[in-house]
């Protein structure tokens, strides 16, 4: 399955500030997923990225606190701006996994995920 | 509204055991339940899926069930070694849409 890449592996940030994290997959991929994972919470879908359209965010998230690039087939990038405590999470980007022989099933696979502390 | 529930209590258990993991769920329509593996600083990691219309699969000392009339799967690993320690989430596919996933339970196998 698609390798992913991430970057920063971690960060710690100041209040008011803007960071950006990267995705790279090793294969073309028509959607790639960007996840929030509060401490002892659950994974949360923020947006479904696809390449040459807008991003499609879930509910509670809006595009001009985490505005998402999809440039190509292999890439992406989420923003998180003007950061408070409360963005302290981990940010995981994700692809589906071809080539399962499971008709129908939607398997994921993540990439490491970006450690961010809000100060 | 929907709920996808996982212990939040760790699992602790004695190398050589078996664990076993329980996902309850309520107003979900799973075509599959999906388990994944989660270590320290890594993302979650697919392990296997059980279709709504199975009972039971194996995948060498996992077990995973899925009973849809009590909207619950459990998941089992048989003879657990400490490296088995790592939260394990469940996920629900609906088959139309990515799954949603569960905030997992941490399993600790103490040698």
């Known amino acids: 399955s698609a390798v992913i890449s991430q970057k920063p592996s971690r960060d710690i940030c100041q209040r008011g500030t803007s960071l950006t994290i990267q995705c790279q997959v090793d294969?073309?991929?028509?959607?790639m997923f960007w996840y929030r994972q509060q401490p002892g919470q659950s994974l949360t879908l923020i947006a479904t990225a696809n390449q040459g359209s807008e991003a499609t965010y879930e509910s509670g998230f809006v595009i001009d606190k985490f505005p998402i690039s999809r440039p190509n087939l292999t890439f992406s990038t989420l923003t998180v701006s003007n950061m408070s405590p409360e963005d302290s999470s981990i940010y995981l980007c994700?692809?589906?996994?071809?080539?399962?022989?499971?008709?129908?099933?939607?398997?994921?696979?993540f990439g490491a995920g970006s450690r961010l502390t809000v100060l | 509204s929907q709920k996808i529930e996982q212990n939040s209590e760790a699992l602790n258990i004695q190398e050589g055991k078996t664990a076993t993991l329980t996902c309850n769920y309520t107003n979900y329509s799973p075509a599959y339940l999906q388990w994944y593996r989660q270590d320290p600083g890594r993302g979650p990691v697919f392990l296997l899926l059980?279709?709504?219309?199975?009972k039971e699969k194996r995948k060498e000392r996992l077990k995973v069930t899925f009973d849809t009339t009590l909207k619950q799967s459990l998941f089992h690993i048989t003879a657990s070694q400490p490296a088995d320690s790592a939260t394990y989430l469940c996920a629900l596919d609906e088959g139309s849409y990515i799954p949603t996933f569960g905030r997992g339970t941490s399993l600790i196998v103490h040698p």
């Open positions: 059980i279709r709504e219309n199975e």
């Open positions: 294969s073309q991929v028509t959607m």
């Open positions: 994700s692809v589906e996994v071809t080539g399962t022989g499971i008709s129908g099933a939607n398997v994921l696979t």
